[in-house]
């Protein structure tokens, strides 16, 4: 059965492994290109002096001649949305609407073995096509841009988790299109359903895998730390209104003159509203990195499960 999946799919399998071949040595290229013109510029030594007119006259000119293929992070955060909708959407659909399945079935295949062949197929490629991205990780931060120290900036490119969001994407789609049995509408929802799943993951949970840890604003955060969100608070830990932060910068300029010369945090601190940072140390980065991968496996097991039910239940 794998043999005939690959002779059945043997396009997109190809396919799918050239894309992520070329646009790894794409991005790596670029990459280089991006490290070159930064380093022949000195601009990373000017990074933390913006204010000088030299050293913003240097970012200035940086951007200027930037690779146009610095577009190509966009497309490696896309591509494994791009294989759910284009290798996992048709995948059962298009059987269906030619009719090919039932031939498959009378031949002594099961309807499990059928699901299971091209399933595991495809996971293997995908899989292969991932580990090839993930290896161009490092190429891809300066697509970024300048200035970027914290692992987590390229977190939705890296690691397990990426792995995972490509074996995720084939059963999503996978599981569509044995539901739906339509081609286009499972690519359109598969991709529509695994943009929707990845953003409420990344806003919602991946921030909150661990307590996030508290650094008071009159320090530097570190350089390689995620900066989750800056929060006001009193001296007791107890969040203050919005309505009076805004309050207290409107009425700063008043509270700035001599003999008594105030900064806004002193300022601050006299009305007993401190300023924190709310962050996640890059110590945890591949805790992180495991805990969503977890996760999308997960999903991805119960994706399967559902495929397999679809197809055993629904009459042919």
């Known amino acids: 059965m794998l043999w005939l999946t690959y002779r059945q799919h043997r396009v997109e399998l190809s396919a799918l ?3 992520a071949v ?22 990373d030594s000017c990074m933390d002096r913006l204010r000088d007119q ?14 146009p293929l610095q577009g190509l992070y966009i497309v490696l955060l896309a591509f494994p949305a791009l294989v759910a909708a284009f290798i996992g959407g048709p995948l059962f659909s298009r059987d269906f609407e030619r009719g090919t399945h039932r031939l498959v079935w009378t031949q002594g295949k099961t309807r499990v073995r059928w699901v299971a062949s091209k399933l595991i197929g495809f996971v293997i490629v995908a899989v292969a096509a991932a580990a090839i991205l993930v290896a161009v990780r490092g190429y891809s ?13 390229t977190f939705d490119v890296d690691g397990p988790a990426f792995v995972a969001y490509i074996v995720f994407a084939v059963t999503l ?6 539901l739906l049995r339509r081609s286009v ?3 359109l929802l598969s991709l529509l359903a695994f943009v929707g799943v990845r953003l409420a993951v990344q806003t919602y949970l991946r921030p909150n895998f661990q307590p996030p840890l508290v650094w008071d604003v009159r320090g530097a955060l570190p350089a390689d730390a995620w900066d989750l969100q800056l929060r006001y608070v009193t001296a007791n830990g107890m969040d203050v209104p919005m309505s009076k932060v805004h309050s207290l910068m409107g009425n700063f300029s008043g509270a700035v003159a001599e003999p008594f010369q105030f900064n806004m945090n002193a300022y601050f601190a006299a009305n007993d509203v401190f300023s924190v940072h709310l962050y996640q140390s890059a110590e945890r980065y591949w805790l ?5 991968a977890a996760l999308f496996l997960a999903a991805s097991v119960v994706l399967v499960a559902l495929t397999v039910w679809i197809i055993k239940v629904r009459a042919a």
């Open 17 to 19: 492994l050239f894309v």
């Open 173 to 178: 789609g996978a599981a569509l299109s044995a």
């Open 54 to 67: 030299a050293c913003a006259n240097l970012l200035r000119t940086y951007l200027d001649q930037r690779s």
């Open 185 to 187: 509408l499972a690519m």
């Open 288 to 292: 992180f990195q495991s805990i969503e």
């Open 141 to 153: 931060l300066p697509l970024i841009g300048p200035g970027t120290m914290s692992p987590f900036v």
């Open 22 to 43: 070329a646009l790894a040595a794409l991005v790596s290229y670029a990459g280089i290109q991006e490290l070159v013109l930064r380093t022949n510029l000195g601009l």
